[in-house]
């Protein structure tokens, strides 16, 4: 499940403030969703697959008369400077690459002030992994009817495949990597026989993808092995 590939481990810190903003609270949290489940945390964001949308807010609280500015500090793994700064009490990134990303809100109390960290987020995107299967039987008994990837792949950013027949004529062609060939042309089944499958991909890591193979289309195939 997701809750348990995305586990939170609480960092405890001590921050000295400018009294104006020691007074008031922040709770730097990160938005995302992962298999359409909506998730959150103020620590870290382990193992995720790119693209991820992630939403950071400050939730600022008691505030008085403080009138903070952020800056959210994006830093990469083995870097000491940001690659980026937003300047928003809320912002939204997109993460496409694989590694660890630090993300540390700063709060000054106006433009003369120096800022000061308040807590850092940490983003770890996974390496790509993408295989195509060699067989599936469309066959409507709800088990392996779409060609499709495997459900192992993961931090896959673009992704375009082709199906061929033997004489090379395309077939079909999809770029969800979620989606498929349910084994018709046009609205009709294809015979049974050995399929191309051309897959053109690219991974979070940079990792590109070329795959090519043939795709076996069995439909009297039923789980165990046996003939319908």
């Known amino acids: 499940m997701a809750t348990n590939r995305f586990k939170t481990t609480l960092l405890a810190s001590v921050f000295t403030l400018s009294p104006l903003l020691a007074m008031a609270g922040f709770t730097?949290?990160?938005?995302?969703?992962?298999?359409?489940?909506?998730?959150?945390?103020?620590?870290?964001?382990?193992?995720?697959?790119?693209?991820?949308?992630?939403?950071?807010?400050?939730?600022?609280?008691?505030?008085?008369?403080?009138?903070?500015?952020?800056?959210?500090?994006?830093?990469?793994?083995?870097?000491?400077?940001?690659?980026?700064?937003?300047?928003?009490?809320?912002?939204?990134?997109?993460?496409?690459?694989?590694?660890?990303?630090?993300?540390?809100?700063?709060?000054?109390?106006?433009?003369?002030?120096?800022?000061?960290?308040?807590?850092?987020?940490?983003?770890?995107?996974?390496?790509?992994?993408?295989?195509?299967?060699?067989?599936?039987?469309?066959?409507?008994?709800?088990?392996?009817?779409?060609?499709?990837?495997?459900?192992?792949h993961q931090s896959i950013i673009e992704f375009h495949a082709y199906i061929f027949n033997r004489w090379g004529q395309k077939l079909y062609e999809w770029t969800d990597i979620d989606g498929g060939w349910d084994g018709t042309f046009h609205g009709n089944p294809v015979g049974d026989g050995v399929y191309f499958v051309l897959v053109k991909a690219k991974g979070a890591d940079g990792v590109e993808y070329n795959i090519k193979r043939d795709v076996n289309l069995l439909r009297d195939y039923t789980e165990g092995g046996t003939q319908r």
């Open 28 to 152: 730097p949290t990160a938005y995302y969703t992962v298999d359409g489940t909506d998730m959150e945390t103020t620590d870290i964001i382990n193992n995720a697959q790119a693209p991820l949308t992630v939403t950071f807010k400050a939730n600022p609280s008691d505030l008085g008369d403080a009138v903070p500015t952020y800056e959210w500090r994006f830093t990469r793994e083995g870097n000491a400077e940001p690659f980026i700064t937003r300047y928003e009490e809320e912002t939204t990134y997109e993460f496409r690459e694989s590694g660890s990303t630090s993300v540390s809100l700063y709060v000054a109390y106006d433009d003369t002030s120096e800022p000061e960290l308040i807590s850092t987020i940490r983003v770890s995107i996974s390496a790509s992994i993408l295989e195509m299967p060699n067989a599936f039987s469309p066959n409507g008994d709800g088990i392996n009817d779409i060609y499709r990837a495997k459900d192992t």
